[in-house]
């Protein structure tokens, strides 16, 4: 079964950090793109970061570039996603998801859509 | 960045009910959208990609259609567990973007 599963999640203070894992399961992690998102309380999605399956390619919103860092580990021992979250901020405060990206061909392009999702780890900041 | 907005924000509908959701984009994105399912405390659910294409497993009585900045996502003969909210998300570029997100109610 395709799975993923977040972890580190908790309360910290603003101005602190905090390391989510994602692992995944029953799938070939090395070979596929990954995202992170996330939902304040009672809001929409947010698309965070999306890092291709050699790291090869990150890319960031605006929102957390430059204090959020996307990383992998493809070893079939870890089959790892990361984010490493520093300088939190209140508005910070979320459910933090990782969802894999599946690649298809359209037209000659090729394009990711998430398609596998996992629950959830929640962050909190505050003090 | 492309901002995505979704019509109506909530609609309460009887099971059996058909309903559609419309979901615009800003500018033209191909047919590079998503939609997905999300029931309250649950990560959200992948049903169409590529603005009318099934994800493998979710039932046909959801179907997509749409192209450029205007797409639908409809739900044949609603049941209990279709209540839930609805979101599109483009995929054309970066910053992957969502719309506001449709909550389907029971009436």
């Known amino acids: 079964e395709v799975q993923l599963v977040e972890s580190g999640g908790g309360l910290v203070q603003p101005g602190g950090s905090l390391r989510l894992s994602c692992t995944a399961s029953g799938f070939t992690f090395s070979t596929y793109n990954m995202n992170w998102v996330r939902q304040a309380p009672g809001k929409g999605l947010e698309w965070l970061s999306y890092i291709t399956s050699s790291s090869g390619t990150i890319k960031y919103a605006d929102s957390v570039k430059g204090r959020f860092t996307i990383s992998r580990d493809n070893a079939k021992n870890s089959n790892s996603l990361f984010l490493q979250m520093n300088s939190l901020r209140a508005e910070d405060t979320a459910v933090y998801y990782c969802?894999?990206?599946?690649?298809?061909?359209?037209?000659?392009?090729?394009?990711?859509?998430?398609?596998?999702w996992g629950k959830g780890t929640t962050v909190t900041v505050s003090s | 960045d492309i901002q995505m907005t979704q019509s109506p924000s909530s609609l309460s509908a009887s099971v059996g009910d058909r309903v559609t959701i419309t979901c615009r984009a800003s500018q033209g994105i191909s047919n590079y959208l998503a939609w997905f399912q999300q029931k309250p405390g649950k990560a959200p659910k992948s049903l169409i990609y590529?603005?009318?294409s099934l994800q493998s497993g979710v039932p046909s009585k959801f179907s997509g259609s749409g192209s450029g900045t205007e797409f639908t996502l409809t739900i044949n003969s609603l049941q209990p567990e279709d209540f839930a909210t609805y979101y599109c998300?483009?995929?054309?570029?970066?910053?992957?973007?969502f719309g506001g997100g449709t909550k389907v109610e029971i009436k």
């Open positions: 998300q483009q995929y054309i570029n970066y910053p992957l973007t």
């Open positions: 590529a603005a009318s």
């Open positions: 969802a894999r990206s599946l690649r298809y061909y359209d037209s000659g392009s090729l394009l990711d859509y998430m398609d596998v």
